[in-house]
């Protein structure tokens, strides 16, 4: 109870301040779980919350006495707010045990429970688990009446929660009525389906950047963001917030619908149920397995943190549940949560930290970026010192100041941000810190700083001239999706700009190995290596070409829309507006950027220059030509599932797009075929039980030589 720091205090003192600290913590987690539940405006990350928690947990471990009834412990908290009806679960909506150990002990834990609960002996096989992914979103039960979405209500405090149908009936995944599974001749009589309303990531981002465009307040993660779309009181505005879907689980159900021969036998599985859920449309998560023994629930943990960073969607964690239903039922609850069920933890991509500072960061383009230089935090798998915050209007909103203590999110490959301050910050702040503000001049190159009327962004005027810039253009250029030049990273390319080695892209390639090895601290070795890599990125493809130019508004996806309709660079460049608009989602605002980009003599220069120094890449005819002779994989969607023998994931995307087709992160009816490697999984069943054709590395290869898949 105390740190081990302190003195040890008497035992009369001992027991006033645990009680006092209980009281203390009681008031502390009933605030920021309303805050949380009910408000949607957390103050603190939800680590903080944990930690807190867990303190108070532990307290009461020690302290039986100190347990009260109306401790956050013992009930799920929120209220139900004004403006939306009251919906009473006809099965209470439960949580879940949280196994915070991150490590594999957390898995072993639930596994010994779980074979102690059903009295298994040492030697006795393996229990099978299914295996999930914890999405972090807001929990929903759908209601289904003979087949037909009546009511969606959210968790609340798990016995009444809120009538949001409305705005549930505007996410597109979520079917308003069931389709019949084959065999089914009618749906169940009710059917509740329970699981998670969340944001992706990507639309999260846009979501944000267009609050940003827009001056407006930005939110904090994809989760509440989610939570504030579904608990809007106007649908209207609700529709507009992109939300996703996944089931996970049940409330009421009578029965699983008639077949020709009776009725439908219910799943003996919760991977069958799960299988059942998506027959009927529900979307379900394929990322998902069953897997046996506390061995596999680890490998489960361990391959899906793995791919943490790279799902369209936060996680915090991963859920196992014990697969037979039967066995579910014989564990049964305690208190509010299954016995069969456990919610295993990632490390919180949420941390809090110390301000230390504000930094000026020149990008690409020019424009000024304020990073936030940060007490070193561990967060979301990695430790991170700096953040963005976005622009100038955005931190003055937030209002964290130099010495606040502040929240830092990573998720995903998304760049650090700092999310806002801890309520507590203002407490501890000094009380003359001067408000941010953005310099007049380029600390880089000293050119004059400029925003556009109305707009939210500062900009060096500088162009190549500054050396931000040139080196930020060079980075992007070696890029791993654009030019992929193996080892110019970030030290490199600031002693080739600073030394004075190289001021435009093209000079690049005329690095030879004994330039490069006078550089301070280059080896040799290191020399060669370098110059071996700027020779293999010489043979590249039009649309990373495209993409490594840093057009503005010229992202990965638009180059290779780019590439594909032109399919000569000359063409490109020579395309007036008007033809650009033709590109697949391609609107006026880019349209005009790419034209004004090869407008520019010293573009077009450039571009010359590096063909010179022998950049090369395949040409076609584009499309227009093609029609006559399609690609092979035109039209076509593929999935792609485990490992590959020879090709990364990427290599076999990069194929499958230059091929005319597009790769897919779930199996449907129309995906046209899976490529599956070692380790496939659920996608790999899902496709043999669609009887979607399933490929190895080598038909994938068959296919792709083919002249048209006709
Ligand atoms: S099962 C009785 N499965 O995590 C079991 N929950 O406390 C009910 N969640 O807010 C929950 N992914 O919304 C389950 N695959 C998953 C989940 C999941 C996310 C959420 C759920 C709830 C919390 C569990």
């Known amino acids: 109870m105390d740190a081990p720091a302190n003195p040890p205090p008497t035992q009369a003192a001992a027991a006033h301040s645990a009680t006092a600290r209980a009281a203390e913590l009681r008031q502390l987690l009933h ?74 002990a957390g898995a072993q834990a639930f596994d010994a429970r779980v074979r102690r609960e059903l009295e298994l002996a040492d030697d006795a096989p393996p229990v099978q688990y299914q295996a999930e992914l914890k999405f972090d979103g807001l929990a929903i039960n759908l209601r289904y009446e003979a087949g037909v979405l009546v009511q969606a209500a959210t968790r609340g405090d798990g016995e009444t929660g809120e009538d949001v149908t409305q705005n549930i009936r505007t996410i597109g995944q979520i079917p308003l009525s069931l389709r019949l599974p084959p065999g089914t001749l009618q749906p169940p009589a009710v059917l509740e389906v329970r699981g998670e309303v969340y944001m992706r990531r990507d639309r999260f981002e846009a979501l944000n950047e267009r609050q940003r465009a827009k001056g407006e307040k930005t939110f904090v993660n994809p989760r509440n963001a989610a939570a504030g779309a579904v608990r809007q009181l106007d649908p209207a505005i609700a529709a507009q917030r992109p939300l996703s879907f996944f089931a ?4 009421e159900v009578s029965d699983w619908g ?7 036998p219910p799943p003996p599985t919760q991977a069958a149920m799960l299988d059942a859920l998506a027959a009927f449309g529900l979307p379900v998560c394929d990322d998902r397995a069953v897997v046996d023994g506390a061995d596999g629930l680890v490998a489960f943990h361990l391959r899906m943190g793995e791919r943490r960073d790279s799902l369209p969607f936060d996680i915090d964690g991963v859920v ?48 000024l970026t304020p990073v936030a230089k940060l007490e070193p935090v561990f ?4 430790t991170v010192s700096n953040a963005t915050l976005h622009n100038v209007f955005e931190l003055r909103r937030k209002g964290v100041r130099v010495g606040d203590a502040v929240i830092v999110r990573r998720a995903g490959d998304v760049i650090p941000e700092v999310v806002g301050r801890m309520p507590s910050a203002a407490a501890w702040r000094e009380p003359y810190v001067p408000n941010f503000r953005m310099p007049r001049a380029c600390p880089v190159c000293g050119s004059q700083v400029l925003r556009e009327r109305g707009g939210m962004d500062h900009r060096c005027s500088g162009g190549l001239f500054c050396a931000a810039q040139r080196k930020q253009a060079l980075l992007h250029f070696a890029g791993r999706r654009a030019l992929d030049i193996e080892g110019l990273g970030d030290k490199l390319v600031d002693q080739l700009v600073d030394s004075g080695l190289i001021r435009t892209l093209p000079e690049l390639f005329t690095l030879g190995v004994a330039k490069l090895a006078a550089l301070d601290r280059m080896a040799d070795k290191s020399a060669a290596n370098l ?97 006559d002779a399609p690609l092979p994989l035109a039209g076509k969607t593929l999935v792609l599932t485990g490992t590959l023998p020879t090709l990364t994931r990427d290599e076999a995307q990069a194929l499958i797009e230059a091929a005319g087709g597009k790769v897919a992160g779930s199996v449907s009816k129309k995906t046209a075929y899976v490529v599956a490697g070692e380790a496939a999984g659920s996608k790999l069943d899902k496709a043999r039980e669609l009887g979607v054709a399933v490929l190895d590395e080598e038909g994938l290869k068959a296919l792709l030589a083919q002249d048209s898949a006709g």
């Open 31 to 104: 605030h920021h779980a309303h805050r949380y539940y009910v408000l949607d405006a957390p103050e603190i990350p939800d680590a903080e919350y944990d930690t807190l928690f867990a303190e108070l947990q532990a307290l009461e471990a020690q302290v039986p006495a100190l347990r009260q009834a109306d401790s956050p412990t013992q009930r799920v908290i929120g209220q139900v707010l004004d403006g939306f009806a009251e919906v009473r679960h006809r099965v209470p909506m439960l949580s879940i045990r949280t196994e915070t150990d991150t490590t594999a």
């Open 379 to 382: 967060v979301g798998g990695t």
């Open 258 to 264: 008639q077949g020709a021969s009776g009725p439908v």
């Open 531 to 627: 110059v071996a890599a700027l020779d293999k990125s010489r043979s590249t493809t039009l649309a990373r070409f495209l993409y490594a130019l840093g057009i503005r508004h010229v992202g990965e996806t638009t180059a290779k829309d780019l590439a594909r309709h032109f399919g000569r660079l000359d063409g490109l460049m020579d395309a007036s507006v008007e033809q650009l608009l033709a590109v697949n989602d391609v609107g006026p605002v880019v349209a005009q950027s790419i034209h004004t980009f090869f407008a520019q003599p010293h573009n077009r220069e450039v571009v010359e220059q590096l063909r010179a120094a022998g950049l090369h890449w395949p040409e076609s005819d584009g499309l227009a030509a093609s029609a």
């Open 320 to 367: 196992y549940k014990v697969n037979l239903l039967a066995l579910q039922q014989r564990l049964g609850f305690v208190t509010r949560e299954p016995r069969w069920a456990v919610a295993h933890k990632y490390p919180a991509q949420e941390q809090a930290t110390r301000l230390n500072g504000i930094d000026i960061q020149v990008g690409r383009t020019g424009k």
């Open 248 to 251: 996970y689980g049940l409330g």
